[in-house]
């Protein structure tokens, strides 16, 4: 069973960083993607950034060129650094864990695990 937790939420002022860590265990699949979403209050929960087993990445057009997702496979972490931090960017963060597969329109992935989420708050 993978399990994930999230830690390093808080509140920040805009402008400010925080780091986001993702500890996971349980690791099942050969083939996997990794990502973070995020969720504000009375809004979908909306992708945030995501990294595959083969390293690449992606990132949402509203977090490019500030955040930048990372895993520690040693310490089997996943990480989300994000600079430059907006009011926009409040909501709660979660992981998640699943399997890419194939499509007409590319690689997507499918998550089945998620961890719990973490709090982020930046004030302007």
């Known amino acids: 069973q993978v399990q994930l937790v999230e830690s390093g939420g808080g509140s920040v002022q805009a402008g400010g960083s925080l780091r986001l860590s993702c500890a996971a265990s349980?690791?099942?699949?050969?083939?996997?993607?990794m990502g973070w979403f995020r969720q504000a209050p009375g809004q979908e929960r909306e992708g945030v950034a995501h990294?595959?087993?083969?390293?690449?990445?992606g990132y949402a057009d509203s977090v490019k060129d500030r955040f930048t997702i990372s895993q520690d496979n040693a310490k089997n972490t996943l990480y989300l650094q994000m600079n430059s931090l907006k009011p926009e960017d409040t909501a709660k963060y979660y992981c998640?864990?699943?399997?890419?597969?194939?499509?007409?329109?590319?690689?997507?992935?499918?998550?089945?695990?998620w961890g719990q989420g973490t709090q982020v708050t930046v004030s302007s």
């Open positions: 349980g690791y099942t699949y050969r083939r996997y993607c």
């Open positions: 998640a864990y699943g399997v890419p597969f194939t499509t007409p329109q590319g690689e997507q992935c499918a998550y089945d695990y």
């Open positions: 990294i595959r087993s083969g390293g690449s990445t």
